[in-house]
C-alpha cells in the first residue's frame, strides 16, 4: 500500500532527512519537559494548518504545526472541539507530543484518546502512517498510543487525524467557597473540578437543563469566568493523592488539585516519581528499536517528565 | 459463537477422524515429556494437561480458522505460575500463547507451532474495587459481564460490552482491544484499562502505567492493549469504573430505504450528538430475528436503527428528541421509545440475539468486522449486497453504524460444494471494498491470522515495520503467541520460532 503523502509531509520529511540529531519545535509552551534538546540538535518547524473537518465523522485533519487555540476556532464553526489543551501559541503536535490533558479532562477525555491516526517521520527519514482515518480501529499495533506523550523521541508527527467532540450547549465556571469536591465531582455536567485545599471551582458542561439542575444541586456559588490562576508546577498524582493533596503537602492556596482526574497544579516542582526498574528498562528498549541513532529530539526523555 | 451447534459437532467429529487417520494427535505427545514434566513441577499436575481433549479445545477460538495446533495447556492460578511456565518455555525453546475464553473471531487465540497455551480462565478474581482512584483490580480470567454484576450494587459498570460479554475475559477483551454497542460514547477497551500487570516473554513481571494521571515514560499500557497476545501475558488488570448514567432512553428507529437510515446516522453525529448506542440491523437481519427472538422489530422495515441516548435526564430528553426530529425528516417509517425498562431490554434482545438468529437462515456463517468512514454507510451497504449476490450467498447485516463498524454475515451451508471458496472470496473483496472507502481492516475482532495478510493492504512496509519494532520491543525473541497480526515479511523472528518447535507445524 502507498500512503497518500501530501506535499508538505513530504518536505518535512525532506527536511528532517535521514541522519542527524534533529528535533521538531512547536509553540515552545512545554519546551524543557523531559529534559532540554541536546547542544548541536537542528530544529525544524513541523508543517501548519487544518486538512480536512468532517464534522459528520466528528474527526479532523489537521497538520501538527497548527496552533490548537487556531484549529479550535475552526471547529467552533461546526460546534466541536478536540480534547487537546489551548496553551498560549501551543500547537496540535505541541499538546500531543506533551501528552498532557486539558484542564477539562473529565469532559473531555484525555489527550491519548484523542489521537487517532498519525502521520509521522520516522529515525531513518522515511513517512510512516499509525493508526487509521476511523473513529474506531484494532488493525495492528497501537503506535499512536506510543507517541502521544512520547516527546517526539520515536516519531516527529507531521500530520494527524483527530477525534473531535461535541462543544456543550452551556459552559459555565462557577466557585464554591469552603465547598466538598465530593459534591461537584458527583454532578453529571462537571467538566472539571478543582479544589485549592479551600474553595472549589467547576466547569459545567453541557445542555442547559442539566447544568441548571446541577447549579441548584451545588446551592450557593458564585460564577466566574475560568478557573483559578495555577501554580506553575504540574503534578501527575492519582485520583486520591490528589484529593488528600492539602493534608500532605502543605497550605490551602498554595496547589491546585484537579478532583477526579489526579493533575495538581503546585508552586513546587513534582519530586522524581520512582519507576520501576522493569518499566524503565521497557523504556530504553522502545527508544533503541525506533531510534537506534538516538538522533530525535537527544536529550529529552518522556520518563523525566514531572 | 461456532455456528450452531450442529455444525460444531460435525468440526469435532470432522476433525477426530482426520487426526485418528494421521495419528498426529496422541494423547500424550512423547516429544513434549520433558517439557510437560517440568510443567508440572514448575505449577503442579492439577494445572497442566497434554492429553488430546485439552489440546483440541485450545486449539481454536470462535473463529472458522481450524489450523491451530497447541502444545501442553496449562491453567495457572496466579502470576508466578505464569512467569514460571514462561520460564519453562524458554528453557524448552517453546513459544506461549495466552488465551481467554477463546470467543475471539480472528484466530488470535489459535496457537501456533504447539506453543505451551496458557489458559487464563483460573485465574477469575475480582481482586479489589479501588472507588478512590476509580478503577477495580481484576485478574485476566474474570469474564466481562461477571464484572459488571459485580459492580452493579455500587451504582457503575465496565463500559466495553462486546457481544460475547457473557462468555469474555477481561484479559481477552485487553489483548483485542474489544469494543461493543456502547463503545460510541464511552470508547473501546484502551480507553477503560488504566495499569496492568504482565509478564513478558522473559519471564520479568512488570506494571505497565500506573494510577496516576499521567504515568511516567512512553504509553506502555497504550501500546500493549491491542496486542493480541504477542507483547507478553496481562496477569491483572486496572480497569475505569464509569458511573451509571442518571438516565437512559433507548428508540427504535425503522426505515423503509436502508439509505434514509444511513442519513439518520450522519445527521445524529453531525447534529452534534453522540448517543451511547447507534445499532443498524437490516431487513433481512430483522426479519432473521423476529423469527428467533420477537423484539417487536418490524418485518416490513428495510432497516432498523436502535439509538440509546444516555445522561442527564433533562439532556436525555431533548437528545432524543432531537434523534426522532432527525429520523422523521429522514422518512421514518416509525419511532418507538422504550417505555419502561423491560421494553428497552427487548429492543436490546432483538440486536443481541442476532447472531443466534442466523441458525435459523443457514447452519453456518462467517461473521466480518471492519470500519468506514461512518458518512459513506449508503455506499458500503450497497456495495456489500452486490458483491454477496454476485457470490450467491446471504447476508444480513447488524452493526455498530454510529462508529461506522461493520459486521455483515455472511450465511451460507459449507457442505454445499464451493461454499466456503465463496464466502472467502466475497470477504476478501469486503475487506478490500472497506479499505478503498478510507476504513480500517477491523474494528474490534482484532487482525489475528484471519486478516494478517491483509495488512499490507491498510499499511506500507515502512509502517509494518514501525508496529514489528513495538512488538519487538516487548517481547525481542518473538516468543508470545507467534504467528499473528503482522504479515511474514515483518515477523522473520515469529517464523524462526515457529519452524524451531514444530518443523511440520502450520508453515510446513
Redesign the interface.
Known amino acids: 500500500m502507498t500512503a497518500d503523502f501530501d506535499e508538505a509531509l513530504i518536505a518535512f520529511a525532506a527536511e528532517v532527512g535521514p541522519d542527524g540529531p534533529v528535533c521538531v519545535r512547536g509553540g515552545g509552551t512545554r519546551w524543557r519537559l523531559g529534559g532540554e534538546a541536546a547542544p548541536g540538535t537542528r530544529q525544524v518547524q513541523a508543517p501548519a494548518g487544518v486538512v480536512a473537518f468532517e464534522p459528520a465523522e466528528m474527526t479532523v485533519r489537521v497538520r501538527a504545526g497548527t496552533p490548537v487555540a487556531e484549529l479550535h476556532r475552526e471547529l467552533a464553526a461546526g460546534g466541536q472541539r478536540t480534547a487537546l489543551p489551548e496553551r498560549d501559541g501551543g500547537t496540535v503536535g505541541g499538546a500531543l507530543m506533551a501528552g498532557e490533558s486539558s484542564i477539562a479532562r473529565l469532559g473531555l477525555g484525555p489527550v491519548r484518546e484523542a489521537l487517532l491516526q498519525a502521520r509521522y517521520v520516522c529515525a531513518d527519514g522515511q513517512l510512516a502512517t499509525a493508526g487509521a482515518a476511523t473513529v474506531k480501529n484494532v488493525s495492528g499495533f497501537d503506535v499512536c498510543r506510543l507517541l502521544v506523550g512520547s516527546l517526539g523521541t520515536l516519531g516527529l508527527v507531521g500530520e494527524v487525524l483527530l477525534r473531535t467532540v461535541p462543544v456543550g450547549e452551556t459552559e459555565r465556571w462557577v466557585r464554591l467557597a469552603g465547598a466538598d469536591a465530593g459534591t461537584a465531582r458527583s454532578c453529571h455536567t462537571a467538566a472539571s473540578v478543582l479544589w485549592d485545599g479551600a474553595d472549589v471551582w467547576a466547569l459545567l458542561s453541557g445542555y442547559e437543563v442539566d447544568v441548571e439542575e446541577d447549579l441548584s444541586r451545588l446551592g450557593p456559588c458564585e460564577e466566574v469566568d475560568g478557573p483559578p490562576e495555577l501554580p506553575p508546577h504540574r503534578w501527575s498524582c492519582t485520583p486520591a493523592e490528589a484529593a488528600a493533596f492539602a493534608a500532605r503537602n502543605g497550605a490551602a492556596g498554595r496547589f491546585v488539585a484537579e478532583i477526579g482526574v489526579g493533575i495538581v497544579h503546585a508552586a513546587e516542582p513534582q519530586p522524581p516519581r520512582t519507576v520501576e526498574p522493569g518499566a524503565a528498562e521497557l523504556n530504553r528498549r522502545f527508544k533503541a528499536r525506533f531510534d537506534p541513532a538516538g538522533r530525535l529530539n537527544p536529550g529529552r526523555d518522556p520518563l523525566q517528565k514531572p | 459463537m461456532a455456528g450452531t451447534l450442529a455444525a460444531a459437532t460435525r468440526r469435532v467429529l470432522g476433525s477426530r477422524r482426520r487426526g485418528d487417520r494421521s495419528g498426529s494427535v496422541p494423547s500424550n505427545d512423547p516429544a513434549d515429556a520433558a517439557l510437560v514434566a517440568d510443567l508440572v513441577e514448575a505449577i503442579g499436575a492439577d494445572r497442566v494437561r497434554a492429553d488430546a481433549a485439552a489440546r483440541y479445545l485450545a486449539s481454536r477460538d470462535a473463529s472458522i480458522y481450524r489450523e491451530g495446533n497447541a502444545g501442553p495447556v496449562c491453567y495457572p492460578g496466579s502470576t508466578d505460575d505464569v512467569a514460571a511456565c514462561v520460564r519453562v518455555a524458554n528453557r524448552h525453546g517453546r513459544a506461549v500463547s495466552p488465551r481467554g475464553a477463546g470467543t475471539g473471531l480472528a484466530g488470535g487465540a489459535a496457537p501456533l507451532g504447539r506453543p505451551v497455551v496458557l489458559s487464563m480462565t483460573r485465574m477469575d478474581e475480582l481482586v479489589e474495587i479501588?472507588f478512590?482512584?476509580?478503577v477495580a483490580w481484576v485478574q485476566p480470567g474474570v469474564v466481562n459481564l461477571d464484572l459488571t454484576r459485580a459492580l452493579a450494587p455500587h451504582g457503575v459498570h465496565y463500559a466495553p460490552d462486546p457481544s460475547s460479554q457473557a462468555a469474555c475475559t477481561i484479559g481477552g477483551n485487553v489483548a483485542?482491544?474489544s469494543?461493543g454497542p456502547h463503545?460510541l460514547a464511552y470508547?473501546?477497551t484502551?480507553?477503560h484499562v488504566v495499569a496492568i500487570e504482565v509478564v513478558?516473554s522473559d519471564a520479568?513481571?512488570?506494571?505497565?502505567g500506573?494510577?496516576?494521571?499521567?504515568?511516567?515514560?512512553?504509553?506502555?499500557?497504550?501500546?500493549f492493549?491491542?496486542?493480541e497476545g504477542m507483547c507478553g501475558i496481562a496477569t491483572k488488570v486496572a480497569v475505569r469504573l464509569t458511573r451509571n448514567?442518571?438516565a437512559v432512553r433507548t428508540m427504535l428507529l425503522c426505515f423503509s430505504d436502508v439509505s434514509d437510515a444511513a442519513a439518520t446516522v450522519?445527521?445524529i453525529?453531525?447534529a452534534?450528538?453522540?448517543p451511547a448506542a447507534i445499532e443498524m440491523l437490516d431487513q433481512r437481519c430483522v426479519i432473521a430475528v423476529e423469527d428467533f427472538a420477537q423484539a417487536g422489530y418490524p418485518r416490513d422495515a428495510a432497516a432498523v436503527l436502535l439509538v440509546e441516548v444516555d445522561?442527564?435526564?433533562?439532556?436525555v430528553?431533548?437528545?432524543a428528541a432531537r434523534v426522532a426530529e432527525i429520523a422523521e425528516r429522514n422518512q421514518a417509517m416509525s419511532v418507538r421509545t422504550a417505555a419502561d425498562d423491560d421494553e428497552r431490554a427487548r429492543l436490546w434482545k432483538g440486536r443481541k440475539s442476532a447472531f443466534g438468529a442466523v441458525a435459523n437462515v443457514m447452519p453456518d456463517y462467517y461473521l466480518h468486522d471492519t470500519?468506514?468512514?461512518?458518512?459513506r454507510l449508503v455506499e458500503v451497504l450497497e456495495s456489500i449486497y452486490e458483491i454477496v449476490d454476485r457470490h450467491d450467498l446471504i447476508v444480513l447485516n447488524v452493526f455498530?453504524a454510529g462508529?461506522?463498524?461493520l459486521h455483515p454475515i455472511l450465511a451460507y451451508d459449507s457442505r454445499e460444494p464451493g461454499a466456503d471458496e465463496r464466502v472467502h472470496a466475497a470477504g476478501r473483496e469486503i475487506i478490500e471494498m472497506s479499505l478503498d472507502m478510507?476504513?480500517?481492516?477491523?474494528?474490534?475482532?482484532?487482525?489475528g491470522v484471519e486478516?494478517r495478510d491483509h495488512?499490507?493492504?491498510?499499511?506500507?512496509a515502512?509502517?509494518?515495520?514501525?508496529?514489528s519494532?513495538?512488538?519487538?520491543?516487548?517481547d525481542?525473541y518473538c516468543r508470545m503467541n507467534p504467528g499473528k497480526?503482522?504479515p511474514s515479511a515483518h515477523s522473520c523472528s515469529d517464523i524462526g520460532s515457529l519452524r524451531a518447535s514444530d518443523a511440520a507445524g502450520v508453515w510446513g
Open positions: 479501588d478512590d482512584n476509580g483485542n482491544n469494543g463503545c470508547g473501546v484502551s480507553a513478558l520479568s513481571v512488570v506494571t505497565l500506573d494510577l496516576s494521571a499521567e504515568p511516567a515514560g512512553y504509553d506502555l499500557r497504550g501500546a492493549v491491542g496486542s448514567p442518571p450522519s445527521a453525529i453531525a452534534g450528538i453522540v445522561g442527564a435526564s433533562g439532556g430528553e431533548i437528545a470500519v468506514v468512514p461512518r458518512t455498530h462508529d461506522g463498524n478510507g476504513g480500517a481492516l477491523t474494528g474490534e475482532h482484532g487482525v486478516k495488512m499490507h493492504r491498510m499499511f506500507s515502512v509502517d509494518l515495520d514501525q508496529q519494532r513495538l512488538r519487538a520491543s516487548f525481542p497480526v503482522l
